[in-house]
């Protein structure tokens, strides 16, 4: 990869990552620029928000079981120490 005293020795030029840098006619700052990760990124926390969502409606529905949530209420802890 070259770097960018070669690039700008060459004449070549490379829009900046930074949105701020980067403006539309009117002036409006454009979004962020795909730099390669960003639809992973994207992906993963959509998978981590959908987990979340997925185990809080399991447990909302397994404790509107009254026999689950009797069992877990009564549960007593063995004192018998297993070796």
Do not use: W
């Amino acid at each position: 990869m070259e770097s960018i005293e070669t690039a700008r020795r060459d004449n070549k030029t490379y829009e900046s990552a930074n949105p701020l840098d980067r403006k539309r006619k009117n002036g409006f700052p454009v979004g962020l620029k795909n730099i390669g990760n960003s639809n992973f990124l994207n992906m993963n926390n959509k998978m981590i928000f959908l987990l979340a969502c997925y185990f809080n409606s399991l447990l909302q529905s397994y404790f509107m079981n009254h026999k689950f949530v009797k069992e877990i209420l009564d549960f007593q802890e063995d004192k018998t120490k297993l070796e």
